[in-house]
């Protein structure tokens, strides 16, 4: 089973980490998404600081690292980056110890792997809409914000910054990336940043948007897509 092209050109723009010290493993999983995203990178051990915001998937050979290397690493409040666990046998695992992991699946390295692409679209496919808390939602094809049936009225940088951060929904965006992409490396400051979450936070609730200190801003993990 695969995945047709024109299906999937959202996924040329995710990147996806994969972290395995089996060479055979990675290599298997690195080809068969090669032909739908140029973003994959491989890391054989957990480095001192991992950037997790920066990746919209991330694989994890599970039976290669300790559960407190993994814990430690994976186990914030600041990311919803979500991770596939990959594993020979499903006894082998207590999902217990990884409450506060962000686990959206859990493969079998012989059974799974030949369809790990479809695993990956489904977990990060586009959706029509979202619906956040308090009667809000946020039109994905027509970025248009709403409470309930009316229509938030934002002005063009603010649905130019919340449109951002959706569309990097499970990513802490830092304030250099925001200046790049919302201002177009216009000359802006924390400050003129902090000033726009603001307005978006005032026409809506202040919770929507996160703000995790030294790092950037979040779309809070209160919503669900239909």
């Known amino acids: ?7 999937c050109e959202f996924l040329k723009e995710k990147s996806i980490l994969i972290l395995s010290f089996d060479k055979a493993i990675s290599n298997r999983i690195e ?28 694989i994890i050979d599970l039976e290669y690292y300790e ?8 186990s914030n409040d600041y990311y919803n980056t979500p991770i596939i666990f990959l594993i020979s046998k499903l006894e082998n695992i207590d999902l217990n110890n990884f409450s506060n992991i962000c686990i959206k699946n859990i493969l ?3 059974d799974n792997l030949k369809n790990i692409s479809i695993y990956i679209q489904i977990i ?12 809000y939602s946020y039109l994905l094809k027509e970025n248009r914000f709403y409470f ?3 229509e938030v009225p934002l002005t063009k940088l603010e649905i130019k910054l ?3 951060l959706i569309k990097n929904i499970n990513r802490t965006i830092d304030y250099q990336e925001l200046v790049s ?3 177009d490396d216009k000359s802006c400051t924390i400050y003129s940043i902090r000033n726009v979450v603001n307005k978006i936070r005032e026409k809506s609730y202040y919770e929507i948007i996160s703000n995790i200190s030294k790092k950037g801003y979040t779309i809070n993990n209160d919503y669900i897509y239909i």
């Open 148 to 150: 309930k049936n009316s």
């Open 1 to 7: 089973m695969t995945m047709k092209m024109d299906a």
């Open 162 to 164: 919340f449109e951002y």
């Open 31 to 58: 080809n068969s998404l090669r032909p739908y995203s140029t973003k994959v990178e491989v890391l054989r051990i957990i480095p001192n600081y991992l950037n997790i915001s920066k990746y919209d998937l991330i």
């Open 67 to 74: 559960k407190r290397e993994l814990i430690k690493t994976f």
């Open 108 to 110: 079998l390295k012989d």
């Open 181 to 183: 992409n919302v201002w």
């Open 124 to 135: 990060l496919q586009k959706k029509d809409k979202i619906i956040f808390k308090n009667g």
